[in-house]
């Protein structure tokens, strides 16, 4: 058997169309061909490699198992190649004119303040487009390219086209009033006892996390929208929930919130990751500030928020 040939790029993006789009039609719609031109390319990438990649036998054409393993090589291959396209764009083009940010509610203000305040500093003709959003809808951002970089969450299994570095972390603390009665439990606090009592939990509007719960062990259970909604409802005593300890710190000096000692754990990590799209090289001022969350301590700051 002679050795497969060498396909082209457009050969690997016509067959990831071809998958991606559910036919020869749609992906001959979508990349504005005919779909005698789609098919004979395919064809022509499986002559070239020596391997059918699709079965035709149904009335839609789906992958064989050679045609699945290879698939996951062709978009390797062309992300890596948008990718050095992007970062010859972005390093040709100078600096960039905005740089649009979108942070989870679970970075610290304080730190993000400050990062942003140095980018003022070094960048001060480069406007700033400042997003904070919750759990996966960070990530949708950046994925629909709503947002050059984003500081995320670990809640959600990372998207092929998206990259990720780590940022640190916020721990995370189980709360409640003082008044609430799990605040009089004595000893250690056993699930059971969690699900008796109204959890509040945070949500976001994102369809990548949509239907999925996080830590949500409360039979009954609130959800909100926002961090600063559940922080209040916490203080005014309408339940329990998980906190970033940097927020809470001075309601637990004072007493206005209490730490549940619950038997799996009186604290949590919260992993924080900056993405962009693998795809878009952000410009010299969005890799600058990208290097300042990736520059954070192992731990991001337990003191005020």
């Not at 490699?49 to 978009?75: C, F, H, M, Q, V």
């Not at 809640?155 to 570095?165: N, Y």
């Not at 009665?181 to 059971?192: E, H, R, W």
């Not at 993405?275 to 090289?281: L, N, Q, S």
Request: proline share 5%.
């Amino acid at each position: 058997m002679r050795d497969p040939g060498l396909p082209s790029l457009d050969q690997l993006r016509v067959f990831i169309a071809v998958i991606d789009h559910g036919g020869f039609a749609h992906a001959a719609r979508a990349l504005h061909r005919t779909q005698s031109v789609i098919s004979y390319t395919i064809a022509n990438l499986e002559e070239q490699l020596n391997i059918a990649l699709l079965d035709r036998s149904k009335r839609k054409p789906t992958l064989t198992e050679a045609g699945r393993a290879l698939l996951a090589d062709a978009r390797a291959v062309s992300m890596k190649v948008d990718s050095m396209r992007s970062r010859a764009k972005a390093l040709s083009a100078g600096l960039e004119a905005e740089v649009s940010l979108v942070v989870d509610v679970m970075f610290p203000t304080c730190l993000l303040v400050r990062i942003l305040n140095d980018f003022q500093q070094q960048y001060p003709t480069v406007a700033m487009r400042l997003r904070t959003e919750a759990l996966g809808a960070v990530t949708q951002l950046v994925l629909e390219r709503v947002c050059h970089i984003g500081i995320s969450g670990g809640v959600i299994a990372t998207p092929d086209a998206i990259e990720r570095r780590g940022a640190g972390e916020v721990t995370m603390m189980p709360v409640c009033s003082p008044d609430h009665p799990l605040a009089k439990f004595d000893g250690k606090i056993p699930v059971s006892a969690l699900r008796d009592h109204m959890q509040l939990v945070l949500t976001d509007r994102s369809s990548l996390t949509a239907g999925k719960d996080f830590g949500v062990l409360g039979l009954r259970n609130w959800r909100l929208g926002d961090l600063a909604s559940k922080h209040a409802l916490l203080r005014g005593g309408l339940g329990w929930g998980s906190m970033p300890h940097a927020l809470i710190y001075d309601d637990l000096a004072s007493g206005r919130l209490v730490q549940l000692d619950i038997a799996d754990g009186k604290a949590f990590q919260y992993p924080l990751f900056v993405i962009h799209r693998g795809d878009e090289e952000p410009g010299p001022a969005g890799r600058w500030l990208m290097q300042q969350f990736l520059d954070l301590d192992h731990k991001l700051p337990h003191g005020a928020y």
